[in-house]
């Protein structure tokens, strides 16, 4: 009786490969470009790769993290010269780069100095407020390069952010419907 019962019709199985190496697949290349808008901008690379959720959602979480740390601490937590190791993880985000020298700008200008009746532009941080701000940027700039990693190595082929198709599945073959 079993003998009678259609058989479903399986995948031919892959040929066994006898060096056990794995050979690249045709569509592996590495996103410079995308990861180099990636570090611009968070969220721009996976935007450019066709990714617009996970866009919108890194630069939302980065850019408000980056952003909270500013707030927290004001501009003097991004300081090339006085936290060199701090600054290593802020600059995975470009406009830490932008905001360092606009830093340097104001110091120049007021010769150092900032005498509160010289109506200073900016206070700086001290104590809690600029470890706090300081930790924010770099984690902000930290979880970038992750995010520049996936852009890095990411298939722009890949659906995954593709709204899904609705399937109906097809009834087995030899089923009554």
């Given at each position: 009786?079993?003998?009678?019962?259609?058989t479903p019709d399986l995948?031919?199985?892959?040929?066994?490969?006898?060096?056990g190496?794995?050979?690249?697949?045709p569509?592996?290349?590495?996103?410079?470009?995308?990861?180099?808008?990636g570090?611009?901008?968070?969220?721009?690379?996976?935007?450019?790769?066709?990714?617009?959720q996970?866009?919108?959602v890194?630069?939302?979480t980065?850019?408000?993290?980056?952003?909270?740390?500013?707030?927290?601490?004001g501009?003097?937590?991004?300081d090339?010269?006085?936290?060199?190791?701090?600054?290593?993880g802020?600059?995975l985000?470009?406009?830490s780069?932008?905001?360092?020298?606009?830093?340097v700008?104001l110091?120049?200008?007021?010769?150092?100095?900032?005498?509160?009746?010289?109506?200073?532009?900016f206070e700086?941080?001290?104590?809690?407020?600029?470890?706090?701000?300081?930790?924010?940027?770099?984690l902000?700039?930290?979880?970038?390069l992750?995010?520049?990693i996936?852009?890095?190595?990411?298939?722009?082929?890949?659906?995954?952010?593709?709204?899904?198709?609705?399937?109906?599945?097809?009834?087995?073959?030899?089923?009554a419907?």
């Amino acid at each position: 009786m079993a003998a009678d019962a259609p058989t479903p019709d399986l995948p031919p199985s892959p040929p066994a490969a006898s060096s056990g190496a794995k050979t690249p697949s045709p569509s592996a290349k590495w996103n410079f470009a995308a990861a180099f808008l990636g570090w611009l901008l968070p969220g721009l690379g996976h935007f450019v790769l066709g990714q617009p959720q996970r866009a919108v959602v890194l630069a939302v979480t980065i850019g408000s993290l980056w952003l909270s740390g500013l707030l927290i601490g004001g501009i003097s937590v991004i300081d090339r010269n006085d936290h060199p190791a701090w600054f290593l993880g802020q600059m995975l985000i470009a406009p830490s780069f932008a905001a360092n020298q606009y830093r340097v700008k104001l110091v120049r200008e007021h010769d150092g100095t900032f005498d509160p009746e010289d109506n200073p532009p900016f206070e700086p941080a001290f104590a809690r407020a600029q470890e706090q701000g300081t930790l924010f940027t770099s984690l902000a700039g930290l979880l970038n390069l992750l995010a520049i990693i996936d852009v890095l190595y990411r298939d722009p082929r890949d659906g995954r952010d593709a709204p899904a198709s609705p399937q109906t599945p097809s009834p087995p073959q030899g089923v009554a419907t």
